[in-house]
């Protein structure tokens, strides 16, 4: 499998409302605070933008509302994991991100042959108070040797400086979040994240 070469997270439907006609074609809705009903409306949403401008959606965490609103990827982190039922996720034909730190959660996530495993945080990340150090380029040709032919998704901290360090060092795809999401404009910054990544395209 393929993972386009960006790969933007946002917290709303109306992000994804916003980006997706620019030309983003992977997207993560990763929403950490609402109740189930808003959520679902978010997912369904996010799902008909997706769909109008075949871009990939990726639901974080909440794997059972993706699977009740026919959403066909989901990521989940470690903790996440844990409770996850990988048969259901499996059964309903979605597939599966998975979050690594360390080498431990790495064997951990190959075990669960996820369709891609991220590595993070690459660089210091604003977004969410992190227990680990930056893991640093040469972290990602580490993971890339383990983890190919499967795709490796870099995050925490990237630019668009950033991005050839990350995909010379092995990464398949490099998620972000704030250098788009508070960026002055937005549509500007994607649209740079696009450009920079094309070469990998
Ligand atoms: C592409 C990608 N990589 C890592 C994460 C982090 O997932 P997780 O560790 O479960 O933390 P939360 O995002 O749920 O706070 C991610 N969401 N996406
Ligand atoms: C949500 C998330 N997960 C990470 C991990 O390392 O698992 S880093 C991260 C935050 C990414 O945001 P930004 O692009 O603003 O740094
Ligand atoms: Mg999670």
Redesign the pocket.
């Known amino acids: 499998m393929k993972l386009d070469p960006f ?1 933007l ?1 946002v917290d709303s439907a109306a992000w994804i409302e916003r980006l997706a006609p620019l030309g983003v074609k992977l997207v ?1 809705l ?1 929403i ?1 605070s609402k109740n189930e009903t808003g959520l679902r409306a978010e997912i369904r949403k996010s799902k008909g933008f997706c769909a109008q401008h075949k871009c990939q959606l ?1 639901v ?2 909440h794997w059972r509302l993706a699977i009740e609103e026919g959403c066909d990827f989901v ?6 994991l844990q409770t996850a039922d990988l048969s259901r996720i499996r059964a309903a034909g979605v597939r599966l ?1 998975l ?1 690594t ?1 360390d080498r431990v959660e790495l064997e951990t996530a190959m075990f669960a042959e996820p369709d ?1 495993v ?1 590595l ?1 945080p690459i660089y210091p990340t604003i977004l ?1 108070k992190m227990k680990w150090m930056p893991q640093g380029l040469e972290r990602i040709s580490e993971w890339n040797r383990r983890v190919a032919p499967i795709p490796l ?1 870099a ?1 925490g901290g990237l630019n668009p400086d950033r991005l050839n360090g990350v995909f010379e060092a092995g990464a398949n795809s490099a ?1 972000v979040v704030t250098d788009i999401t508070l960026s002055s404009d937005p549509e500007t910054r994607t649209r740079e994240w696009i450009e920079k990544t094309d070469r990998w395209r």
């Open positions: 790969y997270i993560q990763r950490k990726i974080n965490d990521h989940l982190g470690q903790e996440d991100g979050s730190h891609y991220a993070g969410k998704v995050i998620a």
